[in-house]
Structure formats: C-alpha cells, structure tokens
C-alpha cells in the first residue's frame, strides 16, 4: 500500500537519526502526528510549542544527533520562534515540520494562515514548503541534510492536504553524513608557524570549536608555554584537566583570561567567534584558525587567517612549531587566575545573611554526579554555571549566549533528560525565566523526565537590575511578587522544597538531587549580589554611584536597597 506523505516524513527523519519529536498535537498536524504514533520516534508532549523548540535543541546540541519539533497551522507553529532562534545559534541540528492550511486557501487571508516561509528564513539554515506529494521525500532529505551539515534549524513547512495525500514513487533521497578532515595548506602552517616562533607572550584563546581537541590544545600551550583563555563555549572541552587554563575573559570572565589576552605580544583563535571586540589585545599579532571561513577576521582584525579543524589543524601545526622555554608570560598569567579564582570562592561560602548564588551554585556542583548536564537562565544564574561549576570532562553545559534569552534551562533540561534518560540533568532557573515557561514544568511528570529544577529566587529581574545601575539607572520594573515555588511544585506533582536559611541548603540539596522523579528546589538568595565583570571600567564605577546617590536621595526601601548592597560588596 502507498505510503501517505506524512509517513515518508517520518521515514526519512528516522532513517536520518532523528528518534524523538517535540511539540503540541492538533488541527493541521493531525496526520504527521498519526505518522510518529506508528512508528519508532518517541513524541514528547509540551504545553508550550517555544519549550519543545527549546528542548530539541538541546537534545541535538548534545547528542549532535537530528531532534525534531512539530506544530500545527498559525499559532502553533509561530511559537517555536524564540525556542528555534535559539537553537539555531547554539548551531543544533533540528529539523521544525510547521504543518498549514490547505494550499488552496493561501493567499486569501484564510483563519490562521501565515506565510511561514517569509518568518523563519532569516533565522534558519533551510526553510522550504513540500509543495507536492512528488517532492515528500526529496525535500525531507535536504531539510535533515541541511541540518546536520550547516548545523543549524531547518524548516519543512507542510500543508494538510499535502501531508494526508499519497506520496507516488520517489528515487532513493536520503540523508549522508560527511564527516571531511579539514586543515589548512602547508604554506599556511609554515606563515602560522613562523608568526608563532617570533612570539615572546603568546595566548591561545579557544572557543567551541575545540571540542575533540583537547590533547592538541593542551600540546600546543605546552609547546608555547602559552596560557590558555577560553570562550563561555569552551568551557566543556578546554577547562578540565588543564594546566594551562587561566579561565574566561569578557563579561562574564576574570582577571586571569582578561590580562592574559590583552597583553600578549600575539594571539592564536582556536575555533572561537568571540564578539567583543574591547577584549581582544591592540598591539599583537593576531592567528585565527576556523571550520567556517566567514568568521575570519568578522570579530576583530587578524593577521593571519586560515580555514580548519582545530584538531586535526593543530596535529600539523605542532612539529613545525620551534619549543618555547620562558615561562615568565605563562605563570604571571596563571597567578593572575589563581588570584582571580580566590576572589570568586570568597563569595561562595554559607555566611550569616541572604544565602550567596555562588554558595548555592557549588554546593549542587559538590553533590552532582560527575556526569551531569547543566542548563542555565540566561542572567545571573549562566554566570554562576560557568565560573562556579568546575568541569570535570564529562559533565556539560547548556547556556543561552549568542541569543541571550530567559526561560531557556528548564525546557533545555527536558530536552537533555529525554536524550540520556539515565543521567543527572539539573536546571539552574532564574526565578524571572522559571515564570515564563512555567507550565511545561507539567511535562516533567507526563513524559516521565525526572530533570531537578532549582530556582534562583532573588526576587528580582537580577541582571537586569545590574544593567540599570551601572548605567546610573535606579532600577525600575525589575521587582517580582514569587509564589513559593517549591509549593507550585507540590501541586503539580514534583518534589518541592523551599530554602531560606545557609544552615538548610546543604541537606536539602543532597535531598533534592537524591529525589527519583522530578524535583525543584526554590531557594532565596541574596538580591544584592553583583556579576563582577573581569575589568571593571571607570564608568561603571560612576554609574553604579550616580544609581546609589539617587537611591539614597529617593529614601525609604530604595535607600535601603542602597545600603544593603553596600554593605554586602564590600564584606567578604
């Protein structure tokens, strides 16, 4: 029997590696969804469409393997939108099947028809219609091929009739993986190899792009005697086991990388588009070495630029490279991190007030397996992930960055749990984020995914508030009136507990991550504290003033806001 052309969708997005779909059934879906119920594709059943968006791409960032997402005409399938743009920058293979109205009622306005095509093309690598059940199997390849090899969100959009039709006999189309070894020509590695034999303070400055490299980024800083800095990306493949790690720079970096960057004499990027360019050095010969030839010189300037993979790039590289012996460069930068890393643990202790975001964030890291993955709110809890969970090699973090949006760890966590049902997969939600997305905290129980959520209840849009008073804002529209969500959470049938006290959160975080299902742990931390960037400029240092001299000027709890965040940055 002819096969319809949602059961070839399906047929060709298994057969391309794709083993669960998220999303909301309904409407103009009807028959792609009847299509994953017969077959080997698990379905996961969100309440909100851009959670489901989330939770893909996370599974397929990582398990590099294809996640799909799937919703109805209009509204269903414009709520992917923030979870897709996301993915798409965190370059996660994910596949969206936006299923439409009926083709003959395009174009005239018709209830909940939206030109799919004209939204998703500027934020996806692929978007395409199936315009004919002859092209069901041929353009459900490209959509996967697209995907897996830009590594990126592709879009099928699909309309009802479409999708319910019999699909006729189609050639063979189907999905390969190309897995090239690429790496620069011998006349670059000579140019990059004698740049580098010239440098007396060199810095490498790695970025994701060094994933499966570790051993040669490691060689190469031993050959140099070079310190290595790392992008936020980099922290799951360069942080570990590294003597050379003098931590990040940039916003959410330390002295160690900041220092070690802007004052070498030259500079080699490993895999790493980093954006900001008032922390790249002014006077150093730069080296970059990138899979994706765009990103060249895009950042900053650069002296030298060659396309490749940085491991198989360095294993040529390193026999032509002449050993550096000073190590002066490298140990005034390793002291610099080690003194930068003192200053953060000072924060991280129980103390006698407010319970500290960095206390909370290293005592889940002491208690979680080694294995676990991380998710993170865009805002202060991301900053708390990178410099308070230490990477151990096999753990990993998921954090919004390119895109910089809330609400993204506990639907990230979904997508982690149902990707390795047997690992430990801890949230780490901003009480602003958690209340975004709120309900698919649902999901957790009906798709059986046991994630534990812990809530980082300031009460505030935090990193909001920072942004305000360092530009000599008072902070306004930042206050939150929070539920008890450890209460919230009773209700809808997870573990929930509430911490208020230092002396509580020990035991009650080995409880929570002890817990077999789904639990959360809500947790008031302290409002006052600050994300110490690694430099801080003069002006913020005025604008941070200016805010406490009109807070204290404004009186009464703005005042006393003032005063408690006085009194809190300056004891240790």
């Known amino acids: 029997m002819a096969q319809t052309v949602a059961e070839v969708m399906v047929e060709v997005l298994t057969q391309a590696g794709a083993t669960r779909c998220y999303g909301v059934p309904g409407d103009t879906l009807n028959y792609f969804t009847d299509a994953v119920r017969r077959s080997d594709l698990r379905w996961v059943h969100v309440r909100h469409e851009e959670a489901g968006a989330m939770a893909a791409g996370a599974d397929a960032l990582l398990t590099g393997e294809l996640a799909l997402c799937a919703g109805s005409c209009g509204p269903g399938s414009l709520h992917f939108i923030n979870g897709l743009w996301e993915s798409n920058r965190n370059r996660a293979p994910v596949v969206l099947i936006a299923s439409q109205i009926v083709r003959d009622e395009l174009g005239f306005d018709f209830p909940q028809e939206v030109d799919f095509k004209a939204i998703y093309a500027t934020g996806t690598v692929f978007c395409e219609e199936i315009r004919t059940p002859a092209q069901a199997r041929r353009m459900t390849a490209m959509a996967a091929q697209a995907a897996l090899s830009k590594r990126g969100v592709a879009v099928l959009i699909v309309p009802i009739d479409v999708s319910q039709a019999k699909a006729p006999e189609e050639p063979a189309f189907g999905v390969h993986r190309a897995r090239p070894v690429v790496r620069p020509g011998d006349a670059e590695l000579d140019s990059i190899a004698a740049a580098l034999d010239k440098g007396k303070k060199i810095a490498i400055y790695g970025g994701s792009g060094c994933e499966r490299a570790h051993a040669q980024v490691i060689a190469l800083a031993e050959r ?96 032509r490279i002449a050993a550096h012996d000073d190590r002066a460069f490298l140990d005034d930068a390793l002291e610099r991190a080690a003194k930068a890393e003192a ?42 992930c990178l410099r308070h969970i230490p990477s151990t090699g096999r753990n990993r973090t998921v954090v919004s960055l390119s895109h910089g949006t809330m609400a993204n760890a506990m639907p990230q966590a979904l997508g982690a749990q149902a990707a ?22 649902l999901t957790t ?14 009460g ?36 929930g507990r509430r911490v208020e006290r230092p002396e509580d959160l020990d035991a009650a975080v080995r409880d929570w991550l002890a817990t077999p299902g789904p639990a959360l742990l809500d947790v008031l931390v302290d409002r006052n504290e600050l994300v110490m960037p690694a430099k801080i400029e003069a002006k913020q240092v ?31």
């Open 445 to 458: 129980v009906q798709e059986d995914l046991p994630i534990k959520v812990v809530v980082f209840n300031n």
């Open 224 to 319: 140099l005697k070079a310190p290595v800095a790392r992008t936020s990306r980099a922290k799951d493949f360069l942080e570990h086991d590294n003597a050379f790690d003098v931590g990040m720079t940039g916003v959410f970096g330390t002295a160690g990388g900041y220092h070690a960057l802007t004052e070498c004499d030259t500079l080699i990027l490993l895999g790493c588009d980093f954006a900001w360019r008032q922390f790249y050095p002014e006077h150093a010969t730069i080296i970059q070495i990138d899979i994706e030839g765009a990103h060249l010189g895009r950042r900053h300037p650069v002296d030298i630029g060659v396309v490749g993979d940085i491991g198989p790039t360095l294993d040529a590289l390193l026999p």
């Open 542 to 572: 005025f604008g941070t003033a200016l805010y406490s001299a009109k807070g204290l000027l404004a009186g009464g709890e703005r005042a006393k806001g003032v005063i408690d965040l006085i009194k809190d940055t300056i004891k240790p």
């Open 343 to 384: 200053g953060l643990e000072k924060r991280a202790v129980a103390g006698s007030g407010p319970i500290h975001p960095q206390y909370l964030t290293e005592t889940i890291a002491r208690h979680a397996q080694p294995d676990a993955v991380y998710t993170a709110d865009g805002g202060s809890p991301m900053v708390w």
């Open 420 to 441: 390795y049902p047997g690992r430990q997969v801890i949230s780490l939600s901003g009480d602003g984020g958690i209340a975004m997305l709120l309900g698919d905290l």
């Open 460 to 495: 505030a849009l935090g990193f909001v508030e920072i942004e305000q008073k360092v530009e000599g804002l008072l902070d306004t529209y930042t206050d939150l009136k929070n539920p008890d969500f450890g209460r919230v959470a009773e209700a809808i049938g997870l573990w």
